[in-house]
């Protein structure tokens, strides 16, 4: 494989594990998920996706540098529509 698909791999699967870890969380205070987490992940997955098109980001490496991953990774100030997205997609999985 070549780097930036090792990159966007690497990417990917730390969104999962993001993605799961919050899940676990959600669930450990009682709460219960309504949907398929393979519906969570590929909702979040789409949602990366969505934000590294919309920052102009195509091809090889785009993934890596969608600015959505900044907020499910790390936490760091996003823009406001990328904190909004993630909200809505988390409450989404959480809520069908």
């Known amino acids: 494989m ?6 966007e791999i690497r990417a990917l699967r730390d969104v999962i ?3 799961e870890d919050r899940l676990r969380r959600f669930e450990a205070k009682n ?5 398929e987490r393979a519906e969570v ?3 979040v997955v789409y949602a990366v996706i969505a ?3 919309a920052s102009g980001h ?11 991953l900044d907020e499910i990774l790390m936490g760091a100030e ?5 904190t909004a997205i993630y ?3 988390i409450d989404r999985a959480l809520t069908q």
């Not at 709460?31 to 949907?35: E, I, M, Q, R």
């Open 2 to 7: 070549d780097d930036q698909s090792d990159i």
């Open 17 to 19: 594990d993001a993605v």
């Open 31 to 35: 709460g219960v998920v309504l949907t």
């Open 41 to 43: 992940y590929a909702t």
């Open 51 to 53: 934000s590294a098109r």
């Open 58 to 68: 195509y091809g090889a490496g785009s993934l890596a540098r969608a600015p959505l």
């Open 78 to 82: 996003p823009e406001p529509w990328e």
């Open 87 to 89: 909200a809505v997609v």
